[in-house]
């Protein structure tokens, strides 16, 4: 007879304990998978985890590590300050498109002229664009007590056809022989995000991204925003008592979500994306979610996380090539590790009593 029993207080070991037990237990379903679709188990999951690192074009896909990473990092960091404060952006790929937007019009409308000044400008309104999108359920949830949840996911699509109007029509390529798309930011060198030591992958979104980390880590630790921000998830009550304005916790945190996932869009469409199309999104801002959850919405585990994550990345490309194995499987092969870690997440604050054993 199983039973759960609610524990005094949350169990410290369990909160870290339930992301590496969702990674295993990812891997063992995941096999489960591949072996129903006919594949061999252990070849996919190596290919996913370990032939990256260390098999024979690991040279190569050892920097993409860092290029996937840096935008799951940079997105997640911004999310997890609203997770802790229960205000819930579930948008940010809305906010990563319109930085990119934002930031690449700006490089755009300047094209060709040649500027130091020009790739800062694009930065600022990639974070501006990003900010302003996110601002939107921002105000709708202070003014008329709208569900962040639902305005912000719903502008995902609405940013969507933005960028798919752009890539038709204003920003297309003039010179692209009618293609859709915007000119390739690469050939741009005042706007292209190039890396900083050659062929690492270290680039400012990167840089950007560990920054990210190391102030967000401030900030919850050392700063009075970051001890409201912990309040008002843990004990809105008490956050109030203590003088916490939620109105003015929703603003900050969806305003810093929004920027940050705005200079991930505008590091990515001037670096490794290179142009603005229609199919630019490709899905960061949800599996930052993933990612935020799997490190615990602390700085140092959504670091931990994203490298992990970039790592599926990569890793599901060389299945695919190599065992032929399905978009379809890779991606439900990510989505267990939410599952997991959110199904385990219960022994956190339950522990399972059989009869009258622990």
């Known amino acids: 007879m199983f039973r759960l029993e609610k524990r005094p207080t949350p169990s410290t070991f369990w909160s870290w304990g339930t992301p590496v037990l ?13 072996a129903m679709l006919g594949k061999d188990p252990v070849l996919a999951i190596k290919a996913i985890f370990w ?13 993409q590590l860092l290029v996937k990473a840096g935008p799951l990092i940079l997105i997640a960091i911004g999310l997890s300050l609203g997770f802790r404060a229960a205000v819930w952006n579930i948008g940010a790929e809305g906010q990563y498109i319109m930085g990119a937007l934002c930031g690449g019009s700006v490089a755009l409308a300047a094209y060709p002229a040649e500027s130091f000044l020009l790739f800062p400008a694009m930065i600022i309104a ?8 996110a601002m939107i359920p921002a105000i709708l949830k ?21 960028l798919s109007a752009m890539a038709f029509g204003p920003l297309k390529n003039p010179e692209g022989f009618g ?34 980390v190391i102030g967000a880590y401030i900030l919850l630790n050392r700063h009075i925003l970051g001890f409201q921000i912990s309040v008002a998830g843990q004990a809105p009550r008490a956050a109030r008592f203590a ?7 929703v603003a900050i945190c969806l305003g810093i979500s929004g920027a940050l996932a705005g200079l991930a869009g505008i590091f990515e469409v001037a670096g490794p994306g290179g142009q603005i199309t229609d199919s630019f999104n490709v899905g960061y801002g949800f599996t930052a979610i993933i990612v935020a959850f799997l490190g615990r919405l602390h700085p140092v ?13 990569i890793g599901g490309e060389m299945a695919q090539l190599s065992l032929s194995l399905p978009l379809a499987a890779i991606q439900a092969f990510q989505g267990m590790l939410l599952f997991f870690l959110l199904a385990l997440d219960l022994l956190t604050n339950f522990r399972i009593r059989i009869g009258g054993l622990i």
């Open 126 to 133: 990639g974070a501006l664009g990003g900010f302003i999108w």
């Open 301 to 313: 585990g959504i670091l931990l996380a994203g490298l992990l994550m970039a790592l599926t990345y």
């Open 142 to 162: 202070i003014r008329f007590g709208t569900n962040e949840i639902l305005v912000s996911l719903m502008l995902v699509y609405v940013a969507e056809n933005i």
């Open 243 to 249: 003088g916490v304005n939620p109105s003015t916790l």
């Open 51 to 63: 032939e990256p690192l260390f098999g024979a074009n690991a040279s190569y896909f050892r920097p």
């Open 22 to 34: 969702a990674v295993i237990l990812t891997m063992i379903a995941g096999g489960m998978l591949f």
């Open 179 to 212: 293609f859709p798309g915007s000119r390739n930011l690469q050939q741009y060198p005042s706007a292209y995000n190039a890396d900083l030591i050659a062929n690492t992958g270290l680039h400012w979104g990167v840089v950007t991204a560990f920054l990210a």
